[in-house]
């Protein structure tokens, strides 16, 4: 993946961004199949709102990304 410099917006409240940073190192680390795991457990809570679209989501995608070219 070229590192063009884009980096999306991460949410200003430090709890959102700390929840997004940790579980992309797990769905990084662990496949998608967590990932669709978290989804269903999540269901409906707030907190993993960025599982399902909206403001952050293109973040916490980044964020899955770079932790995958990490490892």
């Known amino acids: 993946m ?18 997004i940073e940790r579980l992309a190192v797990f769905v990084a680390k662990n496949g998608p199949e967590f990932e669709k795991m978290t989804m269903e457990k999540q269901e409906g809570n707030p907190k993993f709102a960025f599982l399902y679209g909206g403001p952050f989501n293109e973040y916490y995608r980044f964020c899955v990304g770079t932790r995958s070219s990490e490892s």
């Open 2 to 19: 070229a590192d063009d410099g884009y980096r999306p917006r991460a949410p200003q409240d430090d709890d959102l961004r700390n929840a």
